[in-house]
């Protein structure tokens, strides 16, 4: 299994392929691994992305059938499930880095910021458990000068949002945080621009692995 350092890399690589729109030999469109992937799986990395549309894992990152293991909900939220689900493929496939994956002009952010300035009572139940999972990281937020900037406003909460999500992966699960301290797992935040197709990883990545 790679490094999480290398996962990263390979990551960053796939991501220069995408802006650049060059495909690597292993791109989704070119995969010819199928016939090899039915008893076995190595993905090298485990995304927990966003649910929209515009921002499949995969493509984003040039990667190929078997290689990312993806978990997507809107706002990459992190839910018990969410947590289980990175355990389970840590655990299982010893793949070694997790990377939360959050992107600009989130909607799951607009709507949290919407929902704290003018609240509603007629949201459903089932959403509002996606607000209220966004709404701690980005309420405080709005009693900065922010709030007079909306553009900044909305970027300042997608990284708030991701870093919380990181943070929950990080220490919210007593396996994740075993395998931080033995055996080379890494928890990253990174951002992506619907504007440019750039992935910008953020801060807490190390500099050497
Ligand atoms: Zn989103």
């Known amino acids: 299994m790679l490094s999480a350092r290398a996962a990263l890399e390979r990551l960053q690589e796939g991501n220069r392929r995408f802006v650049a729109n060059v495909q690597g030999a292993d791109s989704l469109q070119h995969d010819n691994r199928r016939a090899e992937l039915p008893m076995s799986q190595e993905p090298f990395a485990i995304v927990l992305g966003c649910s929209d549309a515009r921002v499949p894992a995969e493509i984003v990152f040039d ?5 990312l293991f993806v978990i997507r909900v809107a706002g990459n939220i992190v839910a018990p499930s969410q947590v289980g689900s990175v355990e389970f493929a840590a655990e299982r496939f010893g793949t070694r880095l997790v990377v939360v994956l959050g992107h600009s002009q989130c909607g799951a952010i607009l709507a949290t910021l919407e929902q704290l300035r003018r609240p509603t009572e007629n949201q ?82 190390p500099a050497a692995v």
Not at 63 to 67: A, E, N
Not at 125 to 137: A, E, G, M, Y
Not at 158 to 185: C, P, Y
Request: net charge negative; glycine share 8%.
């Open 124 to 205: 459903s139940r089932n959403l509002r458990s996606i607000v209220d999972r966004v709404r701690p990281s980005v309420e405080s937020l709005l009693t900065t000068d922010l709030r007079h900037d909306t553009a900044a406003l909305v970027k300042q909460a997608v990284r708030a949002n991701i870093r919380t999500a990181v943070d929950h992966l990080r220490h919210g699960s007593q396996l994740l945080e075993q395998l931080t301290v033995d055996d080379g797992l890494l928890v990253v935040g990174a951002e992506y621009s619907l504007e440019t197709g750039v992935v910008e990883f953020l801060d807490g990545v």
């Open 63 to 67: 990667q190929g059938l078997g290689d």
